[in-house]
C-alpha cells in the first residue's frame, strides 16, 4: 500500500460543505462511527479491511511493465516511480515464465516480446538497479518458475545490504490457475503444489514481509469466467493453499495474514463492486468456518486489481480510457488495497511511456479529486449492491462446494470442471457479443471505419540477440565447478522432496540460470502435458 498522502482520517467535506462520515450505514440520515452494524474493519469485512480505509491510506499504485530487457525495463520503472508510482510490478517474457533460457530453441522470437526476459542473477541485478528494495514493493507475476525468481529477487536484496525481514512484496506463485486458464505451467499438479506450499513455508519463516501467493481470478476472467465463477474458483484454489500448508505442519496464523489475492475489474460496475466486497466476506467466512485461526487477520482478504485487459479494443483505442476509469473506479469502491490501471493501446501492443503515464494518471485522479476516498465502503446499503454481493456469495459457495465433493481444487481440475465452466462462459459471452445482445461500442455499437493512428510500441530484434549474448558470456566466467555443485544439490533435495528455497538459492548464488534450474526439476519431476477435456 501506499504512503499516506495527506490521508490523515479527519473531517472530510463536500463542495457544499456537508461533512462526511467515515461511513454511511442504514439509517436515513449518517451513522456514527461508533454505533454502526457491520462497520468497516469488522469481520466478515463485507464493507473493508480497515475501519478508516482510504482515509487512513490509498491503494498501492502499480503499473505493471517490462519488455525487452532488464536494462529497458529498468528505465521504465524509474520513469513510473518519477510519475507516483507506489510499487512495482514485473512482467516477465514468456520464456522466463515456462523456464527456458533466452537462447533456447523454443525461446526463439519471444525473449522480451510481452514482458522482461531474466535469465540470471546478473539481469536481476540489472533489473533493480538503482530501486532501493527496502522502500519499494515489488510485484511479481511468476508461477511455475515462482521460486526461483523469488530467489533471485532476495539475492539481489541481500546484495543491496537489504535484511529479508525487511523486503516486501508479492510473488504470485499460484500454479492451479495456470491449469485451469492460462497455461504457462511446466510441472504436474502435485510438484507443482509441493512448490507453492515450499515459498509459503520459507517466507513465513524467513521473509515475513513478503506475499509467498497472490490466488488469481483475475486470469481466469480474462479466460471467459463469469463473475460468479471468478469468485468460486479463486476462493477454493485459495483453500487448496491453506490445506496443503497446514498439511505441511505450519499454524494457520504464520502465514494465512500473508495470503493475498489477483482479481479482475471488468466493465458491469454494479455486479464488480458487489463482486469485490463478496469475496471478502465469503472467504472471512469460510476461513473461519474451516480452520479457526486465533489470528484475525488469517481471515482478511486482501487484494490486487488489475483492469480487464480483455475489455479493451484495437477500435476507437481512446475509448479505453473511460473504461479503465470506470473499471477502477468499481476497484475502489470494492476496497481494493493495490491497482493497476491498462493502457489505453493494450489491444494493439505493449504500453508506451505516454501511454502508462495516462494509465496512472487515472488512478490519481480517482484518488485525489473524485472525493470516493472519503468515505468507506461508499456504495454499502444500495439495494443493488447489496442484493447483488448476497447473490454472489450464494452463487460462489455452490460452486465451493461443488468443487468439493470432487476432492477439492486440484482434483476438479484433474476432471477438467473448472475448465469446461470457463470455457462455457466464454463461448456464451461471445456469441452475446456476435448476436449483438451485448453491445460494445466500436465493436457492434457505433462503429467507426476510420482507423485511428496510434504510436505502438514495438521491440527490437535486437534486444534478443543482445541478451543471448551477455547470457553466453555471463556462462563462460562462472565457476562451473560451483554451478555444477550447487545443482546436483538441488536434484538431490528434490528427489528428497525438501524444501528447495534453500537449495534454489544456492544455485542462484552460484549462477545458475532460470533455464538450468528448471531443467533439473523437469529431469526429476517430468512436464505437465495438457489433457484433452470431453
Known amino acids: 500500500m501506499s504512503d499516506d498522502s495527506g490521508n490523515d482520517g479527519g473531517i472530510r467535506r463536500t463542495s457544499s460543505d456537508i461533512v462526511l462520515p467515515l461511513f454511511y450505514g442504514p439509517a436515513k440520515k449518517p451513522t456514527s462511527d461508533s454505533d454502526a452494524?457491520?462497520?468497516?474493519?469488522?469481520?466478515?469485512?463485507?464493507?473493508?479491511?480497515?475501519?478508516?480505509?482510504?482515509?487512513?491510506r490509498l491503494w498501492t499504485m502499480r503499473q505493471y511493465a517490462g519488455y525487452a530487457d532488464a536494462e529497458e525495463s529498468n528505465r521504465r520503472y524509474h520513469f513510473l516511480l518519477a510519475q507516483g508510482i507506489t510499487g512495482l510490478s514485473v512482467?516477465?517474457?514468456?520464456?522466463?515464465?515456462?523456464?527456458?533460457?533466452?537462447?533456447?530453441?523454443?525461446?526463439?522470437?519471444?525473449?522480451?516480446?510481452?514482458?522482461?526476459?531474466?535469465?540470471?542473477?546478473?539481469?536481476?541485478?540489472?533489473?533493480?538497479?538503482?530501486?532501493?528494495?527496502?522502500?519499494?514493493t515489488t510485484s511479481m507475476t511468476i508461477n511455475s518458475t515462482a521460486a526461483i525468481l523469488l530467489s533471485l529477487y532476495l539475492v539481489v536484496a541481500e546484495e543491496q545490504?537489504?535484511?529479508?525481514?525487511?523486503?516486501?512484496?508479492?510473488?504470485?506463485n499460484d500454479i492451479l490457475k495456470e491449469y485451469a486458464a492460462r497455461g504457462t505451467y511446466v510441472f504436474p499438479p502435485q510438484p507443482s503444489m509441493a512448490l507453492v506450499t515450499d515459498i509459503i513455508e520459507f517466507?513465513?519463516?524467513?521473509?515475513?514481509?513478503?506475499?509467498?501467493?497472490?490466488?488469481?481470478?483475475?486470469?481466469?476472467?480474462?479466460?471467459?469466467?463469469?463473475?460468479?465463477?471468478?469468485?468460486?474458483?479463486?476462493?477454493?484454489?485459495?483453500?487448496?493453499?491453506?490445506?496443503?500448508?497446514?498439511?505441511?505442519?505450519?499454524?494457520?496464523?504464520?502465514?494465512?495474514?500473508?495470503?493475498?489475492?489477483?482479481?479482475?475489474?471488468?466493465?458491469h460496475f454494479l455486479e464488480e463492486v458487489a463482486k469485490f466486497r463478496a469475496a471478502r466476506q465469503l472467504w472471512a467466512q469460510l476461513v473461519r468456518e474451516r480452520f479457526a485461526p486465533k489470528n484475525p487477520r488469517s481471515c482478511w482478504l486482501r487484494f490486487h486489481v488489475q483492469t480487464a485487459g480483455s475489455t479493451l479494443t484495437a477500435q476507437q483505442p481512446d475509448n479505453n480510457v473511460v473504461r479503465v476509469a470506470l473499471q477502477a473506479l468499481a476497484a475502489i469502491c470494492?476496497?481494493?488495497?493495490?491497482?493497476?490501471?491498462?493502457?489505453?493501446?493494450?489491444?494493439?501492443?505493449?504500453?508506451?511511456?505516454d501511454a502508462a503515464q495516462l494509465a496512472l494518471r487515472t488512478q490519481q485522479v480517482l484518488a485525489l479529486e473524485s472525493g470516493i476516498t472519503d468515505v468507506a465502503d461508499p456504495l454499502g446499503g444500495a439495494y443493488s449492491i447489496e442484493a447483488l454481493t448476497a447473490e454472489i456469495v450464494a452463487r460462489a459457495r455452490?460452486?465451493?462446494?461443488?468443487?468439493?465433493?470432487?476432492?477439492?481444487?486440484?482434483?476438479?481440475?484433474?476432471?477438467?470442471?473448472?475448465?469446461?465452466?470457463?470455457?462455457?462462459?466464454?463461448?456464451?459471452?461471445?456469441?452475446?457479443?456476435?448476436?449483438?445482445?451485448?453491445?460494445?461500442?466500436?465493436?457492434?455499437?457505433?462503429v467507426d471505419e476510420k482507423s485511428p493512428r496510434v504510436e505502438v510500441l514495438s521491440v527490437s530484434p535486437a534486444a534478443e540477440s543482445a541478451q543471448t549474448e551477455r547470457l553466453r558470456a555471463f556462462r563462460d566466467r562462472r565457476?562451473?565447478?560451483?554451478?555444477?555443485?550447487?545443482?546436483?544439490?538441488?536434484?538431490?533435495?528434490?528427489?528428497?522432496?525438501?524444501?528447495?528455497?534453500?537449495?534454489i538459492l544456492d544455485c542462484v548464488r552460484a549462477e545458475l540460470t532460470v533455464g538450468e534450474i528448471t531443467d533439473t526439476l523437469r529431469e526429476i519431476y517430468g512436464e505437465h502435458q495438457e489433457t484433452s477435456f470431453d
Open 91 to 136: 512482467a516477465f517474457d514468456l520464456p522466463t515464465q515456462i523456464g527456458y533460457d533466452s537462447d533456447h530453441a523454443l525461446a526463439r522470437g519471444e525473449v522480451g516480446k510481452v514482458g522482461v526476459a531474466i535469465d540470471s542473477i546478473e539481469d536481476m541485478r540489472r533489473l533493480f538497479d538503482g530501486i532501493p528494495m527496502e522502500e519499494v
Open 203 to 267: 517466507c513465513a519463516d524467513r521473509v515475513p514481509k513478503w506475499n509467498p501467493v497472490s490466488v488469481s481470478g483475475y486470469h481466469m476472467r480474462e479466460a471467459g469466467s463469469t463473475a460468479v465463477q471468478e469468485v468460486a474458483f479463486t476462493l477454493a484454489n485459495g483453500l487448496a493453499y491453506v490445506q496443503a500448508a497446514i498439511d505441511r505442519g505450519l499454524d494457520i496464523d504464520s502465514f494465512a495474514p500473508r495470503v493475498s489475492f489477483f482479481f479482475n475489474a471488468h466493465n
Open 398 to 446: 455452490r460452486y465451493i462446494a461443488e468443487i468439493e465433493t470432487m476432492g477439492g481444487a486440484v482434483a476438479a481440475l484433474e476432471r477438467g470442471f473448472q475448465q469446461r465452466e470457463i470455457a462455457d462462459a466464454a463461448y456464451r459471452a461471445q456469441i452475446s457479443i456476435e448476436s449483438g445482445d451485448h453491445q460494445v461500442v466500436g465493436i457492434n455499437a457505433h
Open 37 to 56: 452494524a457491520n462497520a468497516p474493519g469488522s469481520f466478515p469485512y463485507t464493507r473493508g479491511l480497515y475501519p478508516e480505509m482510504y482515509r487512513r
Open 161 to 172: 545490504g537489504v535484511a529479508w525481514e525487511r523486503v516486501g512484496g508479492t510473488v504470485q
Open 479 to 503: 565457476d562451473a565447478a560451483a554451478a555444477a555443485g550447487a545443482r546436483a544439490s538441488l536434484a538431490a533435495a528434490a528427489r528428497d522432496a525438501r524444501n528447495l528455497m534453500p537449495p
Open 334 to 353: 470494492g476496497g481494493a488495497q493495490s491497482l493497476h490501471t491498462n493502457s489505453r493501446d493494450e489491444a494493439l501492443g505493449l504500453p508506451t511511456e
